[in-house]
């Protein structure tokens, strides 16, 4: 790909994300929302896509929102969408202060507050305790269960954890390369996610409901979460093709010149998924976990 945009990639994929989130943990979550106006930290909440679509699914009605991402790219990115996907979910948008906003109609009200923090040092600044906290796409990347302990210390007691998309160890594409080819790429990719300094689990999924235990979280409900993108009569949907060219990005940030792969047959296979994609051919499956966990 020409340039990488994380915020773009995390655009990319709410389409991806909207069909892979479990409807099962989802509906438990809305069915055990507190009456009152929900207060709600999300660790890792990137560009803020999480709340549109909670919106959009009326999982939210009354909230006080709160998005921590340590990268000042995404918050940046968060503060200039909000006042678009407000007007196009016909919501009246204010900005009462810098990294704040209020997103209302007769029926709805969220206040949400943009921090640019590690999410480990928000949590060391004991903040207001919440009543739901939501972690999507994020366990997978952390040391388990230390990580996990610490952020339901955010949480009230009997508060609700959402954690979404947590990666459980398959990745598929398809068509073949070559075969043999392909089984030690995906080995190895997986193997630099068990690697990665900052700690992280290729089986993230099956392990976290051993973490829940150990975290002192009681596990209410659990679903895959799959990934599965393909084309329509040679088109992805939405803006699933740059999706898709960020995966390959991702496995060549990983692995180029990686010493149990040959460098000429890693780049011609990375050309080839490319070609692929660019045909409307590649299809990308990754098998992932939704918990729904109480203190």
Same mark, same amino acid.
């Given at each position: ?7 773009? &990639? ?36 990137? @560009?803020?896509?999480? @709340? ?183 088109? &992805?949907?939405?803006?699933?093709? &740059? ?40 299809? &990308? ?11």
């Amino acid at each position: 790909m020409n340039q990488f945009s994380f915020p773009h &990639y995390l655009l990319a994929k709410q389409s991806v994300d909207d069909r892979a989130l479990n409807q099962h943990v989802l509906s438990e979550l809305k069915a055990r929302l507190p009456q009152r106006p929900a207060r709600i930290i999300e660790l890792g909440g990137g @560009i803020g896509s999480m @709340i549109p679509r909670l919106l959009r699914w009326d999982v939210l009605s009354q909230a006080e929102y709160v998005l921590v991402d340590e990268m000042p790219e995404n918050t940046g990115y968060a503060a200039d969408w909000i006042p678009r996907w407000g007007t196009e979910l016909g919501l009246e948008v204010a900005s009462p202060a810098a990294g704040q906003f209020e997103v209302q109609d007769s029926a709805r009200r969220v206040g949400i507050q943009l921090v640019t923090d590690d999410i480990f040092h928000f949590i060391q600044q004991n903040p207001q305790p919440a009543d739901v906290l939501i972690c999507h796409a994020v366990l997978d990347l952390l040391p388990m269960p230390g990580s996990l302990q610490k952020m339901l210390c955010l949480l009230k007691p009997g508060g609700l954890a959402w954690l979404t998309i947590n990666f459980d160890g398959v990745t598929s594409l398809e068509p073949a390369i070559d075969p043999e080819l392909d089984r030690l790429i995906e080995h190895l990719y997986h193997r630099s996610m068990d690697e990665r300094p900052t700690g992280g689990d290729s089986q993230s999924g099956r392990h976290l409901f051993g973490h829940i235990h150990a975290a002192g979280g009681r596990l209410l409900a659990a679903g895959a979460s799959d990934w599965v993108v393909h084309a329509v009569d040679g088109k &992805y949907p939405h803006d699933e093709s &740059y999706f898709l060219e960020c995966i390959l990005h991702f496995f060549d940030e990983s692995l180029s010149g990686h010493p149990q792969l040959d460098a000429e047959k890693f780049a011609s296979w990375l050309a080839a998924r490319r070609g692929q994609v660019a045909r409307g051919e590649l299809v &990308y499956i990754a098998h992932q976990m939704d918990f729904l966990v109480t203190r």
